[in-house]
């Protein structure tokens, strides 16, 4: 009969640790993971320095960490989502709806996005119109859109290699994405201008006539890919015509299996992108929820010491990573240490 | 004649022909020997494949993973500054701590000056060059000692640091001067230093044992990530799971086996049973974010959450080896035991059970197995990411704190950029292949001592 009194201790186990569950004393964060390995490294450095427990740092993408973040206010809810782009006012609206309403908005820097192929390939120099011709779902030929007809980059312009078309792009879920379609694909669209076919095509209507310049081929040329780069890496090491989608930092630590393009004749590295010259880059934020600062021990601090110059400055650990550090820091450091919520002004 | 032949091709045999015999075979007998031929040949083949896979995966998991174990240091003596550690020479605890690792960062660029002074190097790196070559841990692990015992402030310490990633990449064979061409975290002048060391003496590769009991580290220290922290993890869920899965599911199964009525309620029940243990584990995970975090507020991360959604899954397997096990004890017993007077739960519980004992255990440690292996479930509950928390003080923290677990943890590893962090993947995936062979292997054993046959 000793089962039943298992049971009946174990069952009581739960009682007590669903008491227990009331105190949460380590932070929690999630969301992109492009931010993730930055996140990672703070937390465990701040693990080392302060008294606090080490925050657990969860991925998973820019959206899915804000919809998270967005559930409510609570200990059960994240404390801090990290993104690759910007909240949007959807997100904002859903966060408000939820209780969650003074949110403060963290730049921590900027991270590029690099084109790179396989170490013993071909080398590349891209520009924005080359990347939407090659992988655009339909482009103008001779003032009439037609589906995109190129097999080769030499097709698309004849400076590239005769190499087929390969592309691996981030699926649409990943923050990189968004920045990938906006600077790389929209930028060419409009730079061959042909963008004015796509809006006349749309009866005029801006926002369609984006939507159809960014949508991508999908006879098999442009794959996306929902995993993470090491899928890429993965991707390209078993097809040597793939092309592929980096983050600078992700570049940086396999430069035995890649080389990277330029773009714009731009050779990207914290540098040119800290200068503004590297045309793909990025910002990357976190956002705290304010409501959490004082009944989750270490938040601020944690949120000040992700910001410091020694962590996220030109010297610091997160720079040589990749990250491209912000020049506007001590701003955003002010900023944390005031506690100064979206929506409000300095 | 007739009379043999029939004998051994069987009623529908052709007629012999006059003049032949049984040692010459007919053609259609041919036919039939070669197909068992053909039938045998493909059962050894498909056999054959299987363990060709087998032998290739083993030797991939070895060949990628066994590097893990093996680890370069670095050892240097490291002067601890008063002037940069206790600026007011007090020994205040409070004081000391107040210096970040940022602080200690110097003192190791110095211990690595004096290093290349003392051996006449001329490598012409700067310290802080030289000091790269040291894993970012270093600083963390000069400043825990400093903080133990802060009365070695002004001696001169050896330690043994933990080489970079790269460094130790090159003493692996993963690193060469031809693939760093491109590489901004290591130069040539670098690996130079890094041979004239090894020459020295100073640099060795030796067993790691953070390895199996350390935590997890970031991005940036791979080769100070150890899989230890979320083996306890797993070993909390495996408690919860035992502890709740085993009771439950033993009584469910007596219950359903000896004492229900066998009508249309108690098959759905058992139609289901069965359905649930084809449910793809990742439902239950998602379960487990809906009931258990989002409704009864248990902690994110933990792996008291991570053995009750296990838990879930390994119900039906834990009932459906109890039930065949139960079904298995011959009613003979049970009716013996009936006869003398035994209550039908005194004829469970004295007779039935202990003799179905066996089979329960082997059905459970197989769930656990199971159990341990799983990694979709996690992913809903917070238990995949960076949880580098030290290893838990007690057996309330081990249920409570955040934590992963070992699958979890492999899989962690294997989407990050680091090629290092590869090698540790595979790694891990060995230490988890031991425990999954160990625990079989009980099972096998058990089953063998202890399972009578009537």
Redesign the interface.
């Known amino acids: 009969?000793s089962?039943?009194k298992?049971?009946v201790?174990?069952l009581a186990?739960?009682a007590v640790?669903?008491t227990?569950?009331a105190a949460?004393d380590?932070v929690?964060i999630?969301g992109s993971?492009t931010v993730?390995?930055y996140?990672?490294?703070v937390?465990?450095?701040f693990?080392?320095?302060f008294e606090f427990?080490?925050p657990?740092?969860?991925?998973g993408g820019s959206s899915a960490g804000l919809k998270r973040f967005c559930e409510g206010v609570?200990?059960?809810t994240?404390d801090i989502a990290n993104a690759s782009r910007k909240i949007k006012d959807k997100e904002i609206k859903a966060c408000a709806e939820a209780g969650v309403t003074d949110i403060i908005e963290v730049r921590i820097g900027y991270d590029g996005i690099v084109f790179a192929s396989d170490i013993n390939g071909n080398g590349f120099e891209f520009t924005p119109v080359q990347w939407y011709k090659a992988i655009s779902k339909q482009v103008v030929v001779d003032g009439k859109l037609v589906d995109n007809p190129y097999t080769m980059w030499n097709e698309v312009d004849a400076t590239l290699p005769a190499q087929p078309i390969q592309a691996y792009v981030p699926g649409t879920k990943h923050g990189t994405r968004e920045v990938f379609e906006d600077k790389v694909i929209l930028a060419g669209c409009e730079e061959t201008g042909d963008f004015d076919v796509y809006k006349a095509a749309n009866g005029d209507d801006k926002k369609a006539a984006e939507k159809a310049c960014i949508a991508l081929r999908t006879d098999g040329k442009a794959v996306d890919i929902d995993?993470?780069?090491?899928e890429t890496l993965a991707r390209i090491e078993s097809n040597k015509d793939g092309i592929g989608v980096f983050g600078l930092?992700?570049y940086?630590?396999?430069?035995?299996k890649l080389?990277v393009a330029t773009m714009s004749g731009v050779v990207p590295s914290t540098e040119s992108i800290a200068t503004g010259e590297y045309p793909v880059s990025r910002p990357l934020f976190f956002y705290v929820k304010k409501a959490h600062i004082g009944v989750i021990p270490g938040l601020k601090e944690f949120a000040e010491f992700f910001v410091a110059d020694?962590i996220a400055g030109p010297d610091g650990?997160l720079s040589?990573?990749g990250l491209v550090a912000d020049p506007e820091l001590a701003q955003t450091q002010e900023a944390v240490a005031n506690e100064v919520v979206m929506g409000s002004s300095m | 004649m007739t009379d043999t032949s029939q004998q051994g091709g069987g009623p529908a045999a052709p007629a012999r022909k006059h003049g032949e015999t049984l040692m010459k075979l007919t053609a259609r007998t041919k036919r039939r020997n070669a197909a068992e031929r053909r039938f045998q040949a493909y059962g050894i083949a498909a056999i054959g494949v299987g363990l060709l896979m087998l032998v290739i995966l083993v030797v991939n998991i070895f060949g990628n993973g066994m590097g893990a174990f093996t680890q370069t240091f670095i050892t240097l003596d490291v002067h601890l500054d008063q002037s940069k550690l206790d600026k007011k020479g007090n020994r205040d605890l409070e004081d000391i701590k107040k210096v970040s690792t940022f602080g200690y960062a110097p003192l190791i660029n110095r211990a690595f000056e004096t290093k290349a002074a003392d051996l006449d190097l001329k490598s012409g790196l700067k310290p802080k060059a030289m000091a790269d070559l040291l894993s970012k841990s270093a600083a963390a692990q000069l400043r825990d000692y400093v903080l133990a015992d802060p009365a070695r402030i002004g001696q001169t310490v050896s330690f043994r640091f933990l080489a970079n990633s790269r460094v130790d990449g090159y003493m692996k064979g993963r690193v060469s001067r031809e693939s760093i061409a491109n590489d901004k975290n290591i130069s040539a002048a670098q690996l130079d230093l890094v041979d004239e060391l090894i020459a020295e003496g100073t640099v060795r590769r030796t067993f790691n044992p953070a390895f199996i009991f350390g935590a997890d580290a970031s991005d940036q220290r791979p080769e100070a990530a150890g899989i230890g922290v979320s083996m306890l993890g797993s070993l909390f869920m495996m408690v919860v799971v035992l502890a709740l899965a085993l009771p439950i599911g033993v009584a469910a199964s007596i219950y359903l086996e000896e004492f229900a009525a066998k009508n249309w309620l108690t098959d759905i029940i058992e139609v289901n049973i069965s359905n649930l243990a084809a449910v793809p584990s990742i439902v239950f995970g998602i379960l487990g974010l809906a009931v258990f975090i989002n409704y009864m507020h248990l902690p994110m991360s933990a792996p008291l959450v991570g053995g009750l959604v296990l838990t879930l899954m390994t119900l039906p397997t834990i009932i459906i080896s109890t039930r065949a096990s139960l079904k298995s004890v011959p009613p003979s017993i049970r009716d013996a035991a009936l006869g003398v007077g035994a209550s039908k739960m005194q004829a469970v519980f004295h007779h039935v059970l202990p003799l179905a004992a066996p089979g329960i255990l082997t059905g459970t440690i197989i769930g656990l197995a199971q159990a341990l292996g799983e990694t979709a479930p996690l992913l809903l509950i917070g238990m995949v990411g960076f949880i580098a928390s030290n290893a838990p003080d007690g057996v309330a923290a081990g249920l409570m704190s955040p934590n992963s677990a070992m699958p979890a943890q492999i899989y962690e590893w294997a989407k990050r950029a680091d090629p290092a962090f590869y090698e540790r993947a595979w790694g891990g995936i060995i230490i988890l292949l031991v425990f999954l062979i160990t625990m079989n292997t009980l099972a096998v054993i058990l089953r063998r001592r202890f399972e009578r046959r009537w």
Do not use: H, K
């Open positions: 009969m089962f039943v298992l049971t201790s174990a186990l739960g640790s669903a227990a569950a949460r380590q929690q999630a993971s993730l390995p996140a990672s490294i937390a465990e450095a693990g080392e320095n427990p080490t657990v740092v969860e991925s609570g200990e059960n994240i995993g993470d780069y090491t930092a992700f940086e630590n396999n430069t035995d080389q020694e650990p040589e990573y």
